[in-house]
């Protein structure tokens, strides 16, 4: 279902000022269980990666405590105006022990969290796999190096669309699921091969990860459109949007090659169910050959797997440049999960990531172009440490509202002006919650969460107030 531009008389289309996005465009959040949800030795839940002591000292156990405080959390939501949460099932509540044995405890939980959402006019856009891999299927030997990792996700799946497919109408599959590549041994181990210890992976067995995760990607949206008729369904990629350095042509080659390595070789494959002449060779070389059929049987084709939407992240754009063209610019490395350069032209936030609303409207853009399904921003957002709770309960976060006054704007000229069909807006954390590092002091939400007080009392930020007022208006004010 595309989201069309309004030009009614509340939205007077792209150039007035009161030009409205629409009325199905959804607004909201984004959260994911290990960051957000807590209660990990509650309700039945069963261990994944992120409940093991970590060398970061890290909180996952308690989180922000939705586990407590989901009806609050939702009435914040609600006020706010949301119409869509973004949030994931955490497979080891639903399964302990990573096999068919299913968690009742585990399902009522979710059930009355989705009941509520629906009930507060909020729809529930689900992630089923958010990096919190059960404990039982974990190892150098396992992870999403095997075969048991994919079956047993695709039983989770499908006890999901069983259970929950009459209140859930959107779906994501695996979060950043392109990350697979760079970041091999995660999907072995989960935080705990970012130790000493972690294991090199072979070029070889990077490939199998990838294959195997999109083996479940596909077996997953396989099962959601034979379970639950009339739900969507698409991937989640952790996009990382590169422009050349310059405008010599080696830099233009140096950032198109960025792209297609960490983006559009992985999107090929998930739309048109199949790698890509260069990806393919790739594969072969480094010895992994992949068997094209999915854990089903059924070989992969893009209609059989078919997907509705692509769903991204989007916190910065980077820049590529030939090594030599770089040095005679002088331009400073950036070195993060791949090196890149600053861009000159682009502020940053206090954390160091660059700031460039743009850059969301050009990927948006590009996707759409590339691919032809309506997308969906399901993380944006200003992660801080500045926030500060005063003494009257208070966070003046005006940083925060001019982030995404910019990425709004964007998002709204990329709807009308671009046409480009845009789902919705669920910037990430909404509600503070712990960093992927399990960092509590950088956060991103509307609604501040004290992590050091007792019960974990929620605060409106300044931001907060300015959302509501967004959403009443249909992104017309900013
Ligand atoms: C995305 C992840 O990569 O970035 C989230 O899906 C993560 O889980 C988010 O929290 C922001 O990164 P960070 O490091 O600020 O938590």
Redesign the pocket.
């Known amino acids: 279902m595309a989201a069309v531009a309004s030009t009614t008389a509340a939205g007077h289309g792209a150039g007035g000022a009161a030009a409205t996005l629409p009325a199905d465009f959804y607004w909201g959040g984004s959260t994911?269980a290990?960051?957000f949800e807590g209660g990990a030795s509650e309700g039945g839940k069963g261990k994944s990666v992120y409940d093991v002591p970590l060398r970061s000292g890290a909180k996952f156990d308690t989180a922000s405590d939705f586990y407590h405080h989901w009806r609050e959390d939702i009435d914040l939501m609600a006020q706010m105006g949301f119409s869509a949460f973004r949030m994931s099932i955490s497979w080891t509540r639903i399964c302990p022990n990573g096999d068919s044995t299913v968690n009742e405890e585990g399902i009522a939980f979710y059930r009355q969290v989705f009941q509520y959402l629906r009930q507060r006019g909020i729809a529930p856009v689900v992630t089923l796999y958010?990096?919190d891999l059960p404990l039982a299927l974990a190892g150098k030997e396992a992870g999403w190096l095997s075969d048991r990792t994919v079956d047993a996700f695709l039983a989770y799946s499908r006890v999901c669309f069983e259970r929950f497919g009459d209140l859930v109408c959107d779906w994501l599959t695996l979060?950043?699921d392109n990350?697979c590549t760079m970041l091999p041994a995660f999907q072995l181990l989960g935080p705990s091969a970012f130790g000493p210890n972690a294991p090199q992976v072979s070029e070889a067995d990077t490939y199998r990860i990838l294959h195997n995760t999109l083996r479940a990607h596909f077996g997953a949206v396989r099962l959601c459109h034979e379970l639950c008729p009339g739900a969507r369904i698409g991937c989640?990629l952790?996009s990382s949007l590169a422009y050349p350095l310059t405008p010599d042509p080696v830099d233009v080659i140096a950032a198109q090659r960025h792209n297609r390595k960490t983006m559009w070789d992985f999107l090929d494959v998930c739309t048109h169910g199949t790698y890509n002449p260069r990806q393919a060779a790739a594969m072969l070389a480094s010895g992994f050959k992949p068997n094209m059929r999915g854990a089903d049987g059924t070989p992969f084709s893009a209609d059989v797997y078919h997907m509705d939407f692509i769903s991204f992240?989007y916190?910065f754009s980077i820049c590529q440049a030939d090594q030599e063209s770089a040095a005679a610019e002088g331009a400073t490395t950036v070195q993060t999960m791949y090196a890149s350069f600053e861009n000159p032209k682009l502020a940053k936030s206090s954390?160091g990531w660059t700031i460039d609303p743009t850059g969301l409207r050009i990927l948006m853009n590009e996707l759409y172009d590339r691919y032809g399904l309506p997308v969906m921003v399901v993380?944006n957002?200003l992660?801080v440490k500045d926030d500060v709770l005063t003494e009257d309960g208070h966070v003046h976060d005006d940083y925060r509202i001019e982030y995404l006054r910019q990425h709004i704007a964007a998002v709204r000229a990329t709807v009308l002006e671009d046409h480009v069909p845009v789902l919705g807006y669920l910037p990430?954390?909404c509600i503070d919650?712990?960093?992927?590092?399990g960092?509590p002091a950088?956060r991103?939400g509307f609604v501040y969460v004290d992590f050091g007080a007792k019960g974990m009392p929620r605060y409106r930020k300044d931001s907060f107030a300015w959302y509501q007022h967004v959403i009443a208006t249909r992104g017309a004010e900013l």
Do not use: V
């Open positions: 994911s290990f960051q958010h990096w979060n950043e990350l989640m952790a992240s916190y954390f993380e957002g992660g990430w954390g919650l712990l960093s992927a590092s960092d950088k991103y």
